[in-house]
């Protein structure tokens, strides 16, 4: 045993749960993959890229702590099953944590959608910090001021914490004091684990990504995509991945592919790199596009993309 292994064996351990909440794009996935220190979960400048709950793990001394991404909470349209799933997940992360992070976007302030976290969060009584994100677009902390009143006059908090989660300003103020707040017990995953999704799903997750930055308006939503064949090379410095687009729609199919492939290749391209970069390994990514005209209605879908299939 090493030293450092000695000292935090005679320490008692800590563990614990983290919900990150809030309205969709205000940086969730950004923040938790700051305060991971990997990438966890995906990111686009687009509403709603975070389709299921992903958990981020990280290790401070004594203490193991569960970061949970979670979609992004508003409204769901009528008769949107995945958006209802979506929301759901959400909403489950907060149930069974420790500790919820309710991120608001600092320059936006509170919107309908933050409410809706606000208002579900009322009768809550897991303990809350408030964390304000995105500060590096505000010009002086000062004007944040009024805002900061607002919300813990809407909802009380532990505290607040003013980060970017961009440039990692205030991050590790954050999780020193999350980590403080964690209850002792033991450690719930192996210590070199740092996520709950599966490679075959990361991957997936990956190329979703590239279609949420590529391509644009309703098309990223009107998408899946699933890892059919995830296979190393015997000498396992190389991945194999296959995988799935599903589209609704002929027209759709045509997007994705683009003039003469080049769109599906541009997708395939940079998804690969980046897989390359993650799994530290040679990547041949195959992506095959599919028109399921009820994908969103099928509950395999669902299983598949980590979500429970709403009835
Ligand atoms: N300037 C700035 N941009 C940020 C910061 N954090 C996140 N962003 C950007 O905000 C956008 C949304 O970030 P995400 O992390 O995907 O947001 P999210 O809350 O997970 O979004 P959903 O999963 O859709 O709910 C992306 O373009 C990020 O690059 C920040 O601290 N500063
Ligand atoms: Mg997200």
Redo the contacts with the bound molecule.
Sequence with gaps: MTKEAANIARESTRAGFVAIL?A???????LLNRLVGHKVSI???K????RRRIIGITIRGPTQIMFVDT??IFAPRPGKRLERAMVRAAWSAAQDCDLVLVVVDAQRGIDRATETVFEGLRNSRTPRFLVL??I??VRRRQELLPLIAEANRRLSFEATWLV????GDGTEDLLRAVAERMPEGPWLFPEDQISDLSARALAAEITREQIFLQLQQELPYSITVETENFAESPDQREIRIDQTIYVLRESQKAIVLGKGGRQIRAIGERARRELERIFGKRVHLFLFVKVRGRWQEEPERYTEMGLEFPG
């Design positions: 809030g969709p794009n205000v940086g969730k996935s950004t990111v686009s400048p509403v709603q890229t975070t979609p992004g994100n995105k590096d677009l970017s989660a961009q440039t």
